[in-house]
């Protein structure tokens, strides 16, 4: 059967649980050979790859702190040398250290800026270095990069603006070469980092049109979207699956 990703390699960071695990599995379903980056779960992402290919797709796993430029130039070197150049770009890691401003730390702050920020950036460096025409770069944001609905997540939410913001730009930079940039903003969605059923999930529920968490896999097809030829004119586009969370 002749699948949309067939032939692509693509790199998923923080693959081996939550969403990014979700469109590992979506996008091996769709023919692409997929590098699932780890960085604290060995096992997690071990039986994510057995799992893909027990589904009869292709999928390896990689360890790499995104939040360290070196690991993430070894990860690029290792994928190509395992699997090939790298087509699809998800940069999914990221992390939320809540805190309000007169109690945030100095180390909180550059745990968030490290992994979701410059962890990206010299990702997508990397990847614009070495991707093809038909290239894709998928930012994972948050309906949090587009405002602050709570106290306690200043960082965490100036990372996702500017996520959003550096994927416009990028999008103009990597436009000639005919890769396109985007940015997928998901709203709460259901997963270790944030259980439908935490402390914080009524609220977030009651702030979302649809009155519920999303599932990682929602997330998982929106960014399958974006990856395929058919989105090959959408760049530098931040596209919501929020439930109406910014309705
Ligand atoms: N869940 C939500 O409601 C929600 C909403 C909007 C946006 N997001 C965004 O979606 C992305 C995924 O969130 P999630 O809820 O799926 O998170 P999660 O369940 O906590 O999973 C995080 C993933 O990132 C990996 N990771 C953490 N630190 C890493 C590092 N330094 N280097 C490489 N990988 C690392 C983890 O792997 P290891 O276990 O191996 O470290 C894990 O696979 C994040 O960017 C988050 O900001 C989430």
Redesign the pocket.
């Known amino acids: 059967m002749n699948q949309p990703l067939s032939n692509k390699v693509a790199l998923v960071?923080?693959?081996?649980?939550?969403?990014?695990?979700?469109i590992c599995q979506k996008l091996a379903s769709h023919g692409a050979h997929v590098v699932v980056?780890?960085?604290?779960?060995?096992d997690?992402?071990k039986k994510l790859v057995e799992q893909i290919v027990t589904d009869g797709g292709q999928a390896i796993a990689i360890?790499?702190?995104?939040?360290?430029p070196a690991?993430v130039i070894s990860l690029f070197n290792e994928a190509e040398k395992s699997l090939g150049k790298v087509s699809i770009l998800v940069?999914?890691?990221?992390?939320?250290v809540p805190g309000s401003l007169a109690e945030i730390t100095d180390e909180d702050f550059d745990k968030q800026i490290?992994?979701?920020v410059r962890?990206v950036f010299v990702a997508s460096r990397e990847a614009a270095r070495r991707m093809e025409s038909g290239g894709r770069i998928i930012n994972?944001?948050?309906?949090?990069g587009e405002a602050v609905p709570m106290p306690g997540l200043s960082i965490?939410c100036a990372?996702?603006f500017t996520i959003a913001g550096l994927t416009r730009g990028w999008a103009r930079d990597l436009g000639p070469q005919k890769i396109t940039v985007n940015c997928v903003?998901?709203?709460?969605?259901?997963?270790?980092?944030?259980p439908a059923d935490g402390p914080q999930a009524n609220y977030?529920k009651a702030v979302t049109a649809l009155g519920r968490?999303?599932k990682?896999e929602e997330?998982a097809s929106l960014v399958a979207y974006v990856a395929s030829p058919e989105a090959s004119n959408i760049t530098g586009a931040t596209l919501r699956v929020?439930g109406g969370w910014g309705a």
Request: charged share 15%; net charge negative.
């Open positions: 960071t923080g693959g081996s649980r939550g969403i990014g695990a979700a980056n780890y960085a604290s779960s060995p997690a992402a360890k790499a702190d995104m939040s360290d690991q940069n999914n890691a990221g992390t939320a490290n992994l979701n962890g994972i944001g948050s309906s949090l965490y990372t996702k903003e998901p709203g709460p969605i259901d997963t270790e980092s944030n977030q968490y999303g990682p997330v929020d």
